[in-house]
């Protein structure tokens, strides 16, 4: 079995995964739009709809997180849930977060904690609630 984290976007898929692709020097290893997707039942779809992503599968550290556009329905932001990355040094932790502070808004600022040397919490410009830290 596996566990595969899915974020599902209302439009901005595509700038999310270059952005989190840099942050966390992850790879890319699948990028499929709606339009190349080829599938009937978005055929109906705009221009812009169909330059949406229809699936995408982003590597982070050996872990695959998939990530979509939905055109069905209004994506909702859930701040209750979030994602964790933890790494060896302080200098990493930071490094991430100033990719992806740009927009994002603060719920815990850098600093040490009794479980973390350092340790940021944030959600991003996505909406996307993120935790980076040290162990």
């Known amino acids: 079995m596996q ?3 899915t ?9 999310a995964i270059h952005l989190y692709e840099k942050a966390f020097e992850g790879k890319i290893a699948c990028l499929i739009s709606y339009g190349e997707a080829n599938d009937p039942q978005y055929s109906s779809l705009d221009d812009t709809q169909k330059d949406n992503i229809y699936h995408s599968e982003l590597v982070l550290g050996g872990h695959r997180i998939f990530m979509s556009d939905d055109v069905e329905m209004e994506a909702q932001t859930c701040h209750s849930n979030s994602l964790t990355v933890i790494y060896d ?3 990493e932790v930071r ?9 994002s808004r ?20 996505f909406g996307i609630r993120w935790a980076i830290m040290t162990e």
């Not at 974020?7 to 700038?15: P, V």
């Not at 490094?95 to 927009?103: D, F, L």
Request: proline content about 2%; aromatic content about 12%; overall charge negative.
């Open 95 to 103: 490094r991430a977060y100033e990719v992806m502070k740009e927009g």
């Open 106 to 125: 603060t719920i815990y600022p850098l600093e040490t904690t009794s479980y973390s040397s350092c340790h940021v919490v944030f959600v991003d410009r």
């Open 7 to 15: 974020l599902n976007f209302g439009g901005t898929c595509r700038e």
């Open 3 to 5: 566990l595969i984290t």
């Open 89 to 91: 040094t302080e200098e």
